[in-house]
């Protein structure tokens, strides 16, 4: 695991009740590198925030930390 996904996954785990159920992937697309964040369907909503904004910051942080554009997908565990 990258350290941009070490610390996403650092970030989430520091956010949501069960923390055990986050897992962060990273992906190689045609679009550049992805981050997957999975977390808890009682969870989704917590990481998510209000109008986004919990989800802006990781984005944001999860940016400055990188030296390439990577992006990150939130979504629960239950998604297939």
Do not use: Q
Not at 3 to 28: M, N, Q, Y
Not at 39 to 44: K, M, R, S
Not at 52 to 67: H, K, P, Q, Y
Request: no cysteine; aromatic share 0%.
């Amino acid at each position: 695991m990258s350290s941009r996904a070490e610390a996403l996954d650092h970030l989430v785990r520091g956010i949501v009740d069960e923390p055990d159920a986050v897992r962060v992937t990273e992906k190689s697309t045609r679009r550049g590198p992805l981050l997957e964040v999975r977390v808890g369907a009682a969870d989704l909503g917590r990481v998510i925030g209000r109008s986004g904004r919990t989800a802006r910051a990781l984005r944001t942080v999860t940016a400055a930390l990188s030296e390439d554009d990577v992006r990150v997908d939130i979504v629960d565990v239950d998604r297939r």
